[in-house]
Each structure stands twice: as structure tokens, then as C-alpha cells.
């Protein structure tokens, strides 16, 4: 039996096959990786034929009822946050629609080089995203922006566990993870299970706060702040730069030393 992702493709494809204004078709995500469940959505991507994006992006919501079986989502979103031309929707069954349009070919993105399959295609648009996935890389992290920040953000914590504010120091301690240290890495959060091999993932979770009591906060504080130093020399000999020199890194991460003693 079909799962919803796979019925949604089928839909989609059909469509797409049709549809004048569509050049190709392209799924990503787990679908085109194997490892669709009952729970997965379809990511999409419709290539439109030269100068007919945007008016397929006036129809974004008759493209997305038709994919869903001809009734209306009952919850969307556009995500501007990531991308231009995307487009999310939701049936009542909670059955997720991910789709993004791109004209005459598709632009390269991380999610792209973990697998896609090419559905429809109309122009050897397939072929030239795999000659153009080979010659991407992925925007690097600006590490010299964000450093100077990132010791301040950790002194800043070190004050508010001293004035017991637990939660903020925990919530603020595993961004820092996320937003900070993972970046250096070359990864993110929704996408480190498959960056990341097995040890640097065990050095994040040891890193973070396994409880909000104060002594559990201090050691996460300092681990956090040694594991950003570290982080910075993977991050220098994976693109070449120069480690940032912050003046108060040592004096912060002193402070953090002591009070966990």
C-alpha cells in the first residue's frame, strides 16, 4: 500500500507531466533516499520553463490542492526564512506538502547532495543539477562575525546562572550548541545525525546540559565554551582562515573554569 508521500508524487508527477509551464520535477528528502514512512512529507522541487515561475507561483495554492487529491490544505506557510518560492502545506490529515519552485534549472542546496530523483524531466534538467552539485559548496560559516559575539553570549550566561536563572542558562547553552558550535563543524541541527560521524556527535551531547541543576549548568557552561574552542580549529583547518583572536577569551574562559571548581 502507497504511502501519503508516494501519493503525493504520483499526483504531483502527473501534473507536472502535463503542465506546459513545468520543465521538470525533482524529489528530495526521504523519498528519493528510501526511508519514506507513513509520517514523511514530499520535498519537491518544480522547475518551471524559462519566465513561467512566477505565474506558477500565483498558482502555488491549485498546484498544492491538486498534489494533496483535489481538497483544500487546511494549514500553509511560506517560509521566506529559508528561500524564496517555497511553499508548505498541510492537509487534515497532517499529510505535509514541501514544495519549491525554481526556473529552468534547479539551484543547488545542502539538501540536494543527500539524493534526489529526477520524476519528470523535460530538458536534462537531472543532468546538469548533478554536473552542478559536484562543482557546489556550501556557504562556509563566518566564524570572525560570530566569535567575539559568541564569548560574550557565554559570559553573559556565566551572570545569569550566578543569579539563579536556570532555564535561561540552559536554553541559551544548548543555542550556543546549535547555532555556534555546529556551524563550525559544517552542519546544523536538522542535519548533523548524517554530518557528523559518531565521536564528534557523542562530544556535542556530552557538551550540553543533562539537567537545570546549578552544578550541571556550570560544567555544561565551561564544556560548552572548551568545545567552541575546539570547534574553531576544526572550522580553521576545514577552510584555510585564520582562528579569530578574541582578548577576552581567556580571561572568560578562566571565569568559567573557576566557578564550576
Given at each position: 500500500?502507497?504511502?501519503?508521500?508516494?501519493?503525493?508524487?504520483?499526483?504531483?508527477?502527473?501534473?507536472?507531466?502535463?503542465?506546459?509551464?513545468?520543465?521538470?520535477?525533482?524529489?528530495?528528502?526521504?523519498?528519493?533516499?528510501?526511508?519514506?514512512?507513513?509520517?514523511?512529507?514530499?520535498?519537491?522541487?518544480?522547475?518551471?520553463?524559462?519566465?513561467?515561475?512566477?505565474?506558477?507561483?500565483?498558482?502555488?495554492?491549485?498546484?498544492?490542492?491538486?498534489?494533496?487529491?483535489?481538497?483544500?490544505?487546511?494549514?500553509?506557510?511560506?517560509?521566506?526564512?529559508?528561500?524564496?518560492?517555497?511553499?508548505?502545506?498541510?492537509?487534515?490529515?497532517?499529510?505535509?506538502l514541501d514544495l519549491t519552485l525554481d526556473?529552468?534549472?534547479?539551484?543547488?542546496?545542502?539538501?540536494?547532495?543527500?539524493?534526489?530523483?529526477?520524476?519528470?524531466?523535460?530538458?536534462?534538467?537531472?543532468?546538469?543539477?548533478?554536473?552542478?552539485?559536484?562543482?557546489?559548496?556550501?556557504?562556509?560559516?563566518?566564524?570572525?562575525?560570530?566569535?567575539?559575539?559568541?564569548?560574550?553570549?557565554?559570559?553573559?550566561?556565566?551572570?545569569?546562572?550566578?543569579?539563579?536563572?536556570?532555564?535561561?542558562v540552559r536554553y541559551g547553552l544548548t543555542?550556543?550548541?546549535?547555532?555556534?558550535?555546529?556551524?563550525?563543524?559544517?552542519?546544523?541541527?536538522?542535519?548533523?545525525?548524517?554530518?557528523?560521524?559518531?565521536?564528534?556527535?557523542?562530544?556535542?551531547?556530552?557538551?550540553?546540559?543533562?539537567?537545570?541543576?546549578?552544578?550541571?549548568?556550570?560544567?555544561?557552561?565551561?564544556?560548552?565554551?572548551?568545545?567552541?574552542?575546539?570547534?574553531?580549529?576544526?572550522?580553521?583547518?576545514?577552510?584555510?582562515?585564520?582562528?579569530?583572536?578574541?582578548?577576552?577569551?581567556?580571561?572568560?574562559?578562566?571565569?568559567?573554569?573557576?566557578?564550576?571548581?
Open positions: 500500500m502507497a504511502i501519503p508521500a508516494e501519493l503525493l508524487a504520483g499526483r504531483a508527477a502527473a501534473w507536472a507531466e502535463s503542465d506546459a509551464a513545468v520543465r521538470a520535477m525533482i524529489v528530495y528528502g526521504s523519498l528519493a533516499q528510501g526511508t519514506a514512512d507513513a509520517d514523511s512529507d514530499l520535498d519537491v522541487i518544480i522547475v518551471a520553463e524559462p519566465g513561467q515561475r512566477d505565474a506558477l507561483w500565483e498558482r502555488r495554492e491549485q498546484i498544492s490542492d491538486l498534489i494533496h487529491g483535489g481538497h483544500e490544505a487546511v494549514w500553509h506557510q511560506e517560509p521566506l526564512w529559508q528561500r524564496p518560492y517555497r511553499y508548505q502545506s498541510w492537509d487534515a490529515e497532517l499529510t505535509e526556473e529552468e534549472h534547479v539551484s543547488p542546496w545542502a539538501a540536494l547532495t543527500r539524493g534526489f530523483v529526477p520524476f519528470v524531466d523535460k530538458a536534462e534538467v537531472a543532468a546538469r543539477l548533478r554536473s552542478d552539485l559536484a562543482a557546489w559548496t556550501p556557504p562556509e560559516y563566518d566564524a570572525p562575525a560570530f566569535d567575539g559575539p559568541t564569548w560574550l553570549w557565554l559570559n553573559y550566561l556565566h551572570g545569569k546562572l550566578r543569579h539563579g536563572e536556570a532555564w535561561m543555542d550556543t550548541l546549535s547555532n555556534r558550535v555546529l556551524p563550525l563543524l559544517g552542519t546544523a541541527g536538522h542535519s548533523a545525525h548524517h554530518a557528523l560521524d559518531a565521536a564528534d556527535i557523542d562530544r556535542v551531547q556530552r557538551a550540553a546540559p543533562a539537567s537545570g541543576e546549578p552544578a550541571e549548568l556550570r560544567r555544561s557552561l565551561r564544556a560548552t565554551a572548551e568545545l567552541y574552542a575546539w570547534a574553531l580549529d576544526r572550522w580553521s583547518r576545514r577552510t584555510g582562515q585564520t582562528v579569530p583572536r578574541n582578548p577576552l577569551t581567556p580571561a572568560i574562559l578562566d571565569k568559567l573554569k573557576a566557578s564550576e571548581s
